[in-house]
């Protein structure tokens, strides 16, 4: 992994857009891709792949990889039943709401993702609820 520092946020911008359009532009292989993603909802919604291969799909085609300990694939959090020394999967209550994002789970938690929202004030940075990154096996061993 490499990382960049630079001196300014003027300094970064400047850079990423020079490597940035140093990049192939093809609107073909978006397309390909949406496709893809496509073929790969269908198969889903029609029970052809498990949850896991559609999951592995997704972060496959967002760049995830097993072979970079920074990019591992991400899966959600569905279990909310830490205690149970048997879980019932016939229990909704067993499973979270998938509706809302992990950090609007708890109403005081959002509260202060909102909060710090709101009163976000950084030039060159824009304001963001979540500023944590998904934990990955680098990271781990590393800490």
């Known amino acids: 992994t490499t990382r960049l520092v630079f001196v300014s946020g003027k300094v970064r911008t400047r850079a990423f857009k020079a490597l940035s359009s140093l990049l192939p532009h093809s609107s073909s292989l978006s397309h390909k891709s949406t496709d893809v993603l496509k073929k790969f909802q269908d198969l889903w919604r029609k029970r052809k792949i498990s949850n896991f291969d559609y999951l592995m799909h997704l972060n496959t085609l967002s760049g995830r990889t097993y072979n970079d300990l920074s990019q591992y694939p991400v ?45 976000f004030d950084l030039p060159d940075v824009p304001p963001f609820m979540y500023g944590s990154h998904f934990s990955t096996p680098l990271e781990a061993w590393s800490a």
């Open 75 to 119: 899966f959600p959090w569905i279990i909310t039943d830490w205690t149970s020394k048997h879980l019932d999967l016939t229990n909704p209550q067993t499973f979270r709401d998938l509706s809302k994002p992990i950090g609007a789970l708890n109403p005081d938690r959002l509260a202060s993702f909102r909060e710090r929202y709101d009163t």
